[in-house]
């Protein structure tokens, strides 16, 4: 199969698809290697498909956006509050989808997340102490946007609250 058929067939499978869709796992339908997807879908990318790295795998963003209300919100805190702002997010039922700082320099910088379940809170914990990195809030002295989605306007609400009784929600 040329690149061509199999970067269409992938596409056809993100667009059926109900949730993210890993390399792995396109690549065992295909019949090629993980690495051969991953090229694939830079090149989709490359070429104009909104295609998201998600932990899970991939999804087309148009899906995505579907799938609920997206909203952002200013925050503030430090890198130790880091794990408490963001399980404030999902038992309140948010998916925190990304982080956004604004750089002197670079303007915009957004780091994909996808943080959904108290499991997704961990392991991004447990990476982020690892990295030999800083979190993109450390930047701007701990101020920074997420991009959220949610079902329920009441769980954005809440979230909210729980946030600024922390101290956590930005307010200039």
Wanted: aromatic letters at 4%.
């Amino acid at each position: 199969m040329d690149g061509t058929t199999r970067r269409t067939q992938i596409l056809a499978a993100l667009q059926a698809a109900d949730k993210a869709i890993s390399a792995s796992k396109l690549a065992k339908e295909l019949g090629v290697s993980r690495q051969i997807i991953v090229g694939d879908i830079a090149l989709m990318r490359a070429a104009g498909e909104e295609i998201v790295a998600t932990a899970r795998g991939y999804r087309l963003q148009a899906l995505m956006e579907a799938e609920g209300n997206v909203t952002k919100i200013a925050v503030q805190h430090t890198p130790e509050q880091t794990e408490a702002e963001l399980n404030i997010f999902v038992a309140c039922h948010l998916e925190v989808l990304d982080v956004i700082v604004a750089h002197d320099i670079y303007g915009e910088l957004t780091g994909s997340l996808r943080i959904q379940t108290a499991q997704d809170v961990a392991d991004f914990m447990a990476r982020s102490q690892h990295a030999e990195a800083r979190l993109l809030s450390d930047l701007t002295n701990g101020i920074h946007l997420h991009t959220l989605r949610y079902q329920d306007p009441a769980d954005l609400t809440k979230a909210k609250a729980l946030l600024a009784e922390q101290g956590m929600l930005y307010q200039n």
